[in-house]
């Protein structure tokens, strides 16, 4: 038993419910921020509800003077600052919301902790690498494509400048794309996995999707979080690249999930034209539709984590193919008997 304290804003997320897992699993003490919601948002976490050491808070990165006090009443050894407006493409319909929660979030949680010995991991994005050339590592100039991965580029500034400044212990995670099968219906890899699942159950005709070609480093989330505590583990605060070193377009990840449940695709025509047409039977599976475009798209991101696995002694495990795997069986599984969140993290342990 470590008997630590940790405490965890963006809770009720996808790396919210897998790192509250990992640390409870330690021994530690966990405490999440979330959002006051008249709708349930805690799903994820049912599973850990009896846990005499994990608690929920009611809270907001809008609102430093609470985030002042529960960090104060908690006392964690711990902070992980998962909380954002997590979605690239809303961040261009509200990026004055995703400024405040994303970049000023950030500041609120910094200027909370400045006079203490709390250790704070920052989730900063590969998104913020945006236009530049891959592959990207820790020394690659960023150039920010979306009010999202701008927000997040302010932040991890601060942290680097809190950290100069102030000595504390807190470090930037640049996490490349990382999935499971918790991820929210409003992401690409969850919308294909999903897609796919109803598609082979006889319940949806057709997927809709934006850019193709879009090239993503895809990892498992699991492996990811155990990386954040990685992080914050070393005598020396610093700032890491996690990432599989492969990419695959959102094609390969489409061709993949159909794959999964026992369909091969063929691809005809180009750009909003291309379609994704099942080889036995005929049918037109996959279609573009332009209304999922970005105003300014990103092409690749493709990380180096050369420096993680030498300082942290990390590397991802669970490949890419198992991944999408275990995304649409989880989805066939909760269309077919109602798969809740609980079982798919007790079959993950």
């Given at each position: 038993m470590l008997g630590k304290k940790a405490f965890i804003t963006g809770i009720t997320g996808q790396d919210g419910a897998l790192l509250a897992q990992f640390l409870l699993e330690k021994?530690?003490?966990v405490h999440g921020l979330r959002l006051y919601s008249a709708s349930t948002d805690t799903q994820r976490l049912d599973i850990f509800s009896d846990n005499g050491n994990f608690h929920l808070h009611y809270?907001?990165?809008?609102?430093?003077?609470?985030?002042?006090r529960l960090i104060e009443t908690i006392a964690p050894d711990e902070i992980y600052n998962l909380g954002a407006q997590s979605h690239v493409g809303v961040s261009f319909e509200v990026p004055e919301a995703t400024a405040q929660i994303n970049a000023l979030g950030t500041l609120r949680l910094l200027e909370a902790i400045r006079d203490t010995d709390i250790r704070?991991?920052?989730?900063?994005?590969?998104?913020?690498?945006?236009?530049?050339p891959a592959p990207q590592d820790e020394s690659t100039p960023f150039a920010p494509c979306s009010p999202y991965a701008t927000a997040k580029l302010y932040a991890y500034w601060l942290v680097r400048n809190y950290r100069d400044s102030y000595g504390l212990h807190a470090s930037n995670g640049v996490l490349f794309n990382h999935e499971s099968a918790l991820r929210g219906e409003e992401f690409v890899t969850r919308k294909i996995s999903l897609a796919v699942a109803a598609m082979a159950l006889g319940q949806q005709e057709s997927l809709s999707i934006g850019n193709l070609d879009a090239r993503r480093d895809w990892g498992h989330a699991r492996d990811y979080v155990e990386g954040m505590w990685r992080m914050l583990q070393q005598d020396t605060p610093d700032d890491f690249v996690l990432a599989t070193g492969k990419a695959h377009s959102v094609r390969d990840f489409i061709n993949a999930a159909f794959a999964c449940a026992g369909t091969?695709?063929?691809?005809?025509g180009q750009g909003l034209d291309e379609k994704g047409i099942d080889r036995k039977t005929?049918?037109?599976?996959?279609?573009?539709?332009?209304q999922f475009f970005r105003p300014n798209e990103v092409h690749e991101l493709l990380g180096d984590a050369s420096k993680a696995s030498a300082k942290l002694g990390w590397k991802p495990r669970i490949s890419f193919g198992q991944l999408v795997e275990e995304m649409v069986s989880a989805d066939i599984g909760a269309?077919?008997?109602?798969?809740?969140?609980?079982q798919i993290l007790l079959a993950a342990e």
């Open positions: 021994g530690y003490e809270g907001d990165l809008t609102d430093g003077g609470n985030l002042r704070f991991y920052q989730a900063s994005s590969s998104e913020m690498f945006g236009s530049a091969s695709l063929t691809w005809q005929g049918r037109v599976l996959v279609q573009v539709d332009p269309l077919q008997g109602g798969q809740s969140y609980e």
